[in-house]
């Protein structure tokens, strides 16, 4: 196992695993995911309603879009349903960057995850704070023409970068790279949907220590998409974003309390 992979820390790849019911993940990472979920109960919900939001975008860039390639930084551990899995369903070719800092993950991605013999997908260990390193990095180039639309995908990562300025500068400076054409699909927490008690009890955890999720309000959610043209239905709860009917599971805003929204590039 690497080496730099420190199983004394929570990580939220990790943690986001342990939500969903996967195995791949420490006694720091269950007690963090404990402790968010004591102040959220409906942290397990959330966690599933962003992964079936992530399923639907992919679908309509996929699909409706026609988007070859994707983007996807803060990856998580391998589950049901990866983008490249969503994506080459639809169309084989498509081609897939996922980027995450957490050794495990890259481990766990690179020995598990495939791509169809007619697309790609690719693995980088990297962090979302580091945009110009991504966009850099000689795999990426290998994988994405950049000179052709691109999917950006950040699903439940945005709300760990605490300073709102330097959250929007890092995406600003992701999709200044791409050319028209090209989308950017974020989820992110936010305490809107809560009831004043739910509310209260997040912030309570973020001043003392317990969690690391930093909710946005919805004018700073979708500051993220200055200059891009928003997909209906807009910046809504992610559970609202175009649901499908014959998903079992529909939660409520204040059990999925995360916006989502998809762009596109003018």
Known sequence: MNDRLDAGVAH???????????KD???????SGDLLAASYPAARIAARANRAFLRRAVRYLAGTAGIRQ??????????ADNTHEVAQRIAPESR????DNDPMVMTHARAL???TPEGHTRYLEEDLRNPHRILGHPD?????????????MLIAIVHFLPDQAAA????RTLMAALPAGSHLVISCATTEFLTPELAANWDESLRSGRSDVHPRSREQFTEFFAGLDLVPPGAV???????????PEQPLPVDASMFGAVGRKP
């Open 70 to 79: 994707f983007l996807d930084i803060g990856t998580g551990l391998p589950t």
């Open 168 to 171: 929007r500068e890092v995406v």
């Open 25 to 31: 993940n420490f006694a720091a990472d269950r007690e």
């Open 237 to 247: 709860a992610i559970s609202r974003w175009r649901p499908d009917p014959d998903d």
């Open 113 to 115: 995850l495939s791509s």
């Open 12 to 22: 939220p790849a990790r943690r986001y695993n342990y939500w969903l019911g996967g």
């Open 96 to 99: 897939i960057v996922y980027v």
């Open 140 to 152: 990426l180039a290998e994988v994405l023409d950049l000179d052709r639309p691109v999917a950006l």
